[in-house]
């Protein structure tokens, strides 16, 4: 899969947002560690650390709303998406524009089928990508979090602050555990067109399976919208000939023509 996405733009614009928050959060930390060690050595800077903590408190608030624009920025991305999915499976004019070499599957005539081979092709890319993040956030997320109570719970100085504080690595480990999830239930999409498409090489046509394609298609968009979830550009250029290759393998598994 590559080429050019007519809603690129707007997935860009979210991944703005996140990229924002991911900073706000770096500087978040380090304000935190920086007062927790300012009152901890140093006692006559009690009252700037303080100031510090304080301070901190608009950059945890100013993360929950960069978090909050990111997935609003990503839910009018997917709603062009959806388009373009219908538009390249069914040859319609929904969206504005259509997505150029996206999908590898022009040789498919229109209509459901080719909509379930684009579905099964997504949830491919997705699951294999969204797996191979999952440690990477877990290790991310948990380290700041253990470092933000850490020096929030040592280094409060009153309890509006410190709550303020403690909402950040509860939002941390609800991402982690979110991104977890995600990956489970899209594995468990990607299984269901494996078990589709076995059964669809033994049939001349797939009138009695629309009523799955459409299950699994809506299975497939409903878990993303839960999910929210931006999978990493620089990952998804590392393993694209890889999962390109395997979905030509699966191609000719399960003799998708």
Not at 36 to 55: C, E, G, P, R
Not at 156 to 168: K, S
Not at 184 to 202: A, G, T
Request: proline content about 1%; charged content about 20%; overall charge positive.
């Amino acid at each position: 899969m590559t080429g050019y996405t007519p809603y690129k733009g707007s997935f860009e614009q979210a991944k703005s947002m996140s990229k924002y928050a991911s900073t706000i959060l770096l500087i978040s930390t380090g304000i935190l560690i920086t007062a927790f060690a300012l009152k901890t050595f140093n006692s006559s800077l009690t009252n700037f650390s303080d100031v510090l903590t304080n301070i901190n408190c608009f950059f945890i608030i100013s993360y929950a709303v960069l978090s909050f624009l990111s997935e609003t920025f990503f839910y009018q991305a997917s709603i062009q998406r959806r388009e373009d999915f219908i538009d390249n499976s069914f040859n319609t004019s929904i969206a504005e524009s259509r997505s150029v070499d996206y999908y590898t599957n022009g040789n498919i005539a229109t209509g459901i089928y080719k909509m379930a081979v684009n579905g099964f092709e997504n949830s491919l890319f997705t699951y294999n990508i969204g797996k191979r993040m999952t440690l990477k956030i877990w290790l991310k997320n948990l380290i700041f979090a253990l470092l933000i109570l850490v020096s929030a719970i040592f280094g409060f100085n009153n309890a509006f602050t410190l709550l303020i504080q403690l909402t950040l690595p509860i939002l941390l480990l609800q991402q982690s555990i979110k991104h977890t999830l995600f990956v489970y239930r899209i594995n468990r999409v990607f299984e269901n067109y494996r078990r589709l498409f076995n059964d669809l090489k033994s049939h001349e046509d797939s009138k009695h399976k629309r009523p799955e394609i459409i299950l699994n298609v809506l299975d497939y968009e409903t878990t993303l919208t839960y999910g929210a979830i931006l999978l990493d550009s620089k990952l998804y250029e590392k393993l694209n000939l890889e999962l390109s290759a395997i979905w030509l393998e699966l191609k000719r598994e399960y003799n998708i023509e």
